[in-house]
């Protein structure tokens, strides 16, 4: 009888590992058709994985103001904490979201089409500047002659053409965020954040069941301390971005430099991707306003946005972000180096958060093993 078990184990074995080896085959001989498969599973999944992301950025002002709820003298409100809690972030959204649309976003867009519409114009104005430069400049390099007779035959604005740029957002925010797909989104945002206590209760339990007590010890150590520093970097980032680019925005059109809307909101989000971003960003409204209000004004507002950067990383950043991500400048540096050339933007972005949780867990395998030594 154990034989014929023994034979039994073995022919479901050798079944299972040749079935496996056919899915593979399979899997691979028609790789095409398996990426178009995944493709659309991941296109229905996506607004679920809208709602869990808006749902974890929502979470910390949820749960902070949920506290304060709790703390109300009125029994309903006690009681209703939660509700009332979901309720109020989603209120202060749509107004922030309404602000956005009807205040912030014409003026951006109408900075934007002004640029398009006058581009081929900046351009040719540059051009006859750098002719009138003296011979012996040392902007007249053959290098930099070079590079501008390759360009200035070129119509600039074919490349920006506003019609094929409305077309081709429009066409991309029609078939990312169709008005079904936010409004599930929504919805289930809005249910991760009311069951929020039995979804992580759950997810506990499960891991629990799988891991050892150890493990699960350290998992839960290291999710907690993952998701925290996630999100004070993600909301602070945001944050700090709304601030320089107000701030900038409203020096420039003081002193009167053309797209200060847009000026200052790109030096606000580029200002999101540490050391990289606002330079990129500068460098960018440095040549706009060269073209378009000459030297003196380019210098000013050089000093200007430096001034307001400078009081941003050493008073303003600190008091938003805290000292919760203590690293080096030079692994900044290194993970959105690599971040980018991977992952594009995105990478560079997260490539902080993502470094400080590899920091911690080297750190602490280091002093795990020091100690086993001693």
Same mark, same amino acid.
């Given at each position: 009888?154990?034989?014929?078990?023994?034979?039994?184990?073995?022919?479901?074995?050798?079944?299972?590992?040749?079935?496996?080896?056919?899915?593979?085959?399979?899997?691979?001989?028609?790789?095409?058709? $398996?990426?178009?498969?995944?493709?659309?599973?991941?296109?229905?999944?996506?607004?679920?994985?809208?709602?869990?992301?808006?749902?974890?950025?929502?979470?910390?002002?949820?749960?902070?103001?949920?506290?304060?709820?709790?703390?109300?003298?009125?029994?309903?409100?006690?009681?209703?904490?939660? $509700?009332?809690?979901?309720?109020?972030?989603?209120?202060?959204?749509?107004?922030?979201?309404?602000?956005?649309?009807?205040?912030?976003?014409?003026?951006?867009?109408?900075?934007?089409?002004?640029?398009?519409?006058?581009?081929?114009?900046?351009?040719?104005?540059?051009?006859?500047?750098?002719?009138?430069?003296?011979? #012996?400049?040392?902007?007249?390099?053959?290098?930099?002659?070079?590079?501008?007779?390759?360009?200035?035959?070129?119509?600039?604005?074919?490349?920006?053409?506003?019609?094929?740029?409305?077309?081709?957002?429009?066409?991309?925010?029609?078939?990312?965020?169709?008005?079904?797909?936010?409004?599930?989104? $929504?919805?289930?945002?809005?249910?991760?954040?009311?069951?929020?206590?039995?979804?992580?209760?759950?997810?506990?339990?499960?891991?629990?069941?799988?891991?050892?007590?150890?493990?699960?010890?350290?998992?839960?150590?290291?999710?907690?301390?993952? #998701?925290?520093?996630?999100?004070?970097?993600?909301?602070?980032?945001?944050?700090?971005?709304?601030?320089?680019?107000?701030?900038?925005?409203?020096?420039?059109?003081?002193?009167?430099?053309?797209?200060?809307?847009?000026?200052?909101?790109?030096?606000?989000?580029?200002?999101?991707?540490?050391?990289?971003?606002?330079?990129?960003?500068?460098?960018?409204?440095?040549?706009?306003?060269?073209?378009?209000?000459?030297?003196?004004?380019?210098?000013?507002?050089?000093?200007?946005?430096?001034?307001?950067?400078?009081?941003?990383?050493?008073?303003?950043?600190?008091?938003?972000?805290?000292?919760?991500?203590?690293?080096?400048?030079?692994?900044?540096?290194?993970?959105?180096?690599?971040?980018?050339?991977?992952?594009?933007?995105?990478?560079?972005?997260?490539?902080?958060?993502?470094?400080?949780?590899?920091?911690?867990?080297?750190?602490?395998?280091?002093?795990?093993?020091?100690?086993?030594?001693?």
């Amino acid at each position: 009888m154990k034989e014929v078990r023994n034979h039994w184990k073995k022919w479901v074995y050798w079944f299972l590992l040749g079935a496996a080896i056919i899915v593979l085959y399979k899997a691979l001989d028609n790789f095409g058709d $398996v990426l178009d498969g995944l493709h659309k599973f991941f296109a229905i999944l996506s607004p679920f994985l809208a709602g869990i992301f808006i749902a974890y950025l929502l979470y910390m002002p949820c749960k902070n103001i949920e506290g304060t709820y709790k703390k109300a003298k009125s029994k309903f409100i006690k009681k209703k904490s939660r $509700v009332l809690s979901v309720a109020t972030v989603y209120i202060v959204a749509a107004l922030l979201l309404i602000i956005l649309v009807n205040v912030i976003l014409p003026v951006v867009v109408e900075s934007v089409v002004d640029l398009i519409n006058n581009i081929q114009g900046y351009f040719e104005t540059a051009i006859n500047k750098y002719n009138e430069l003296p011979e #012996n400049s040392i902007l007249k390099g053959d290098i930099v002659k070079e590079a501008i007779s390759n360009v200035q035959n070129v119509d600039i604005k074919q490349y920006f053409n506003l019609d094929k740029i409305l077309e081709y957002v429009m066409g991309a925010v029609n078939a990312v965020t169709s008005i079904f797909n936010v409004f599930v989104a $929504v919805i289930v945002s809005i249910y991760i954040l009311m069951e929020r206590t039995q979804i992580i209760e759950f997810l506990k339990k499960c891991a629990n069941a799988m891991f050892e007590d150890k493990t699960y010890k350290n998992i839960d150590k290291y999710f907690n301390h993952s #998701n925290e520093i996630f999100f004070k970097f993600i909301a602070s980032q945001f944050l700090d971005a709304i601030v320089v680019g107000v701030m900038v925005t409203i020096a420039m059109t003081i002193m009167n430099v053309k797209f200060a809307p847009l000026l200052g909101f790109m030096i606000g989000l580029f200002n999101m991707i540490p050391y990289f971003g606002a330079i990129i960003a500068v460098g960018i409204a440095v040549i706009i306003t060269l073209i378009t209000g000459g030297v003196s004004q380019t210098i000013w507002m050089l000093i200007v946005v430096t001034i307001l950067q400078q009081i941003d990383a050493n008073i303003i950043n600190p008091k938003i972000v805290g000292k919760s991500l203590k690293i080096s400048p030079l692994l900044v540096i290194f993970a959105v180096t690599v971040g980018g050339a991977y992952f594009g933007v995105l990478g560079m972005f997260l490539a902080v958060p993502v470094i400080a949780v590899v920091k911690i867990l080297v750190e602490d395998y280091i002093e795990l093993k020091l100690a086993t030594k001693k």
